[in-house]
Nanobody, 125 residues
Framework: QVQLRESGGGSVQAGDSLRLSCGTS????????LAWFRQAPGKEQEWLAA????????YYADSVKGRFALSRDSAKRTLYLQMNNLKPEDTAFYYC??????????????????WGQGTQVTVSS
């Protein structure tokens, strides 16, 4: 199984940027997918972005498209989430997730095999 560890969260002002990191270790899968989710207090978990090893193309939820960007460093086995123009409504706990293979819809949490512990992002107005 893949182990995931997020870092890079913190407290920022509206309009600032943050880059989250998701380091992976353990098993490696040839057909894997990686994703970022977040969960704000009192709200359901929300899928943000994902990438599949098969095509390497990033996929984004409409809520973050144009502001958030995925990148990967394969040598470091790390997935990054660059978050720009942050808004107070971006305040949430951010998690990365991994699946052994692509199962379809990215936003379904049961499609993901491993989860990190998460990192808190707080955006003040």
């Amino acid at each position: 199984q893949v182990q995931l560890r997020e870092s890079g969260g913190g407290s920022v002002q509206a309009g600032d940027s943050l880059r989250l990191s998701c380091g992976t270790s353990g098993d490696t899968y040839t057909g894997y997918a990686l994703a970022w989710f977040r969960q704000a207090p009192g709200k359901e978990q929300e899928w943000l972005a994902a990438v599949r090893s098969s095509d390497g193309a990033p996929y984004y939820a409409d809520s973050v498209k144009g502001r958030f960007a995925l990148s990967r460093d394969s040598a470091k086995r790390t997935l990054y989430l660059q978050m720009n123009n942050l808004k107070p409504e971006d305040t949430a706990f951010y998690y990365c997730a991994a699946s052994e293979y692509y199962r379809g819809a990215f936003d379904l949490t049961h499609h993901w095999d491993s989860w990190g512990q998460g990192t808190q992002v707080t955006v003040s107005s």
